[in-house]
Nanobody
Framework: VQLQASGGGSVQSGGSLRLSCAHTGIFGFNFMGWFRQAPGKEREFVVVGDWSGHVTYYADSVKGRFTISRDNAKNTVYLQMNSLKPEDTAVYYC?????????????????WGQGTQVTVSS
């Protein structure tokens, strides 16, 4: 079982980044989500999507700027982040959940990637 997040980096405010999360060895999960953790802060929910791509749920702080998508043939989930702000600076984690309802809490996720750093400068 492995989740590999990548695509982080440093951008200026207003810029864009696309994160990827490649997953292997995970079966039967219903949702893939992204969380982030800024220095000195608790990990927070960003977005979640189901395997079909028909169900998505975004945190208010990223709604309209971030988009989750997936390529099931490549076992990869993406997070397109546009109009980035300094407050988006954090380590971003992808995670997989087998819950039947839309999971927005970290304890609802059974599998986690290692995280990728996103830094947005003003």
């Amino acid at each position: 079982v492995q989740l590999q997040a990548s695509g982080g980096g440093s951008v200026q405010s207003g810029g864009s980044l696309r994160l990827s999360c490649a997953h292997t060895g995970i079966f039967g999960f219903n949702f893939m989500g992204w969380f982030r953790q800024a220095p000195g802060k608790e990990r927070e929910f960003v977005v979640v999507g189901d395997w079909s791509g028909h169900v998505t749920y975004y945190a208010d702080s990223v709604k309209g700027r971030f988009t989750i998508s997936r390529d099931n043939a490549k076992n990869t989930v993406y997070l397109q982040m546009n109009s980035l702000k300094p407050e988006d600076t954090a380590v971003y984690y992808c995670a997989a959940s087998i819950t039947v309802k839309v999971p927005t809490k970290d304890y609802e996720y059974a599998y986690w990637g290692q995280g990728t750093q996103v830094t947005v400068s003003s």
